[in-house]
Nanobody
Framework: QVQVVESGGGLVQAGDSLRLSCAVS????????MGWFRQVTGKEREFVSA???????TYYADSVKGRFTISRNSENTVVLQMNSLKPEDTGVYYC????????????????????????WGRGTQVTVSS
């Protein structure tokens, strides 16, 4: 059974930092990609960042580029370091796994759609006050 579990969310002030973690069990991520999405109530879930697990390329939404960093933390864990947080970063952050995602040759277009991902966590709340 593949499980995806996010952690690290919380309530912070604008300008603060948070470090989100996502642990995957039940699958070897060698050929996959992992990504982060976020969602505000009443809005579509939007792409935040992704990483090809073995090849190592990283991708970011324009809204977070330069502030967020995605990286592998272990054989089965990805982290999202979020700095200089803004109120518009508020939302539920979801971690997801894309089977065979490391082989997609297009680039960021491989990962911006929810349909590219096969397993999802339940989410962790991030709230940024002004």
């Amino acid at each position: 059974q593949v499980q995806v579990v996010e952690s690290g969310g919380g309530l912070v002030q604008a300008g603060d930092s948070l470090r989100l973690s996502c642990a995957v069990s039940g699958r070897n991520l060698r050929s996959d990609a992992m990504g982060w999405f976020r969602q505000v109530t009443g809005k579509e879930r939007e792409f935040v960042s992704a990483i090809r697990w073995s090849e190592g390329s990283t991708y970011y939404a324009d809204s977070v580029k330069g502030r967020f960093t995605i990286s592998r933390n272990s054989e089965n864990t990805v982290v999202l370091q979020m700095n200089s947080l803004k109120p518009e970063d508020t939302g539920v952050y979801y971690c997801a796994v894309a089977y065979q995602g490391d082989y997609c040759s297009v680039g960021i277009e491989c990962f911006v759609a929810m349909a590219s991902f096969d397993y999802w966590g339940r989410g962790t709340q991030v709230t940024v006050s002004s």
